[in-house]
Each structure stands twice: as structure tokens, then as C-alpha cells.
């Protein structure tokens, strides 16, 4: 079973640690996907900090998320 995303929290230098249902946390980096047209906008720090837990991984406001599998494994074990 694949790990999901449980809680989130924003960092500095856009980066984020999720919590995922098997006790890890995690270091997830956002700034490589800013060269994605729907992930632009999250430059603006009001629309990062909008970030949520949605289904089993993360989401912002404008629509933009991060695949569960992606979310893991492009993370950093704390």
C-alpha cells in the first residue's frame, strides 16, 4: 500500500513537510514545479500557504496538486 499524505505543513524556501499514515516525515520541495504553468502562481507565498491534505495527497487553491507516489518519493526523510 502506497504511503498517503496525512498532514501537511509549509516551510521555508517553498518547501513542505508531509506527514504520511505510515508515522514518516518528510521534506517535499515545490520549486522545481514552478516551471509548470499551474504551479507559476504558487510563487505568490498568500497562494503556497494555501496548501492542503486532499485525498491521499496535498492541493492548493488554484487546483494544483502532487501526485501521491511523486509526493513520496521526490521527498527527503527527516
Known amino acids: 500500500m502506497r504511503p498517503r ?5 509549509v516551510l521555508d524556501n517553498y ?14 520541495d515545490v520549486k522545481p514545479y514552478f516551471k509548470l504553468k499551474l504551479f507559476e502562481e504558487l ?4 497562494k503556497f500557504n494555501s496548501v492542503k491534505v486532499s485525498g491521499l495527497s496535498i492541493e492548493w487553491e488554484n487546483g494544483a496538486d502532487i501526485c501521491p507516489d511523486e509526493l ?3 521527498s527527503t526523510s527527516i
Do not use: P
Not at 499524505?5 to 505543513?9: G, Q
Not at 518547501?15 to 517535499?28: C, D, G, P, Y
Open 15 to 28: 518547501t513542505l513537510e508531509v506527514l504520511f499514515n505510515n508515522n514518516e516525515k518528510r521534506i517535499f
Open 5 to 9: 499524505a496525512i498532514d501537511v505543513k
Open 72 to 74: 513520496y518519493n521526490n
Open 43 to 46: 510563487k505568490d507565498i498568500k
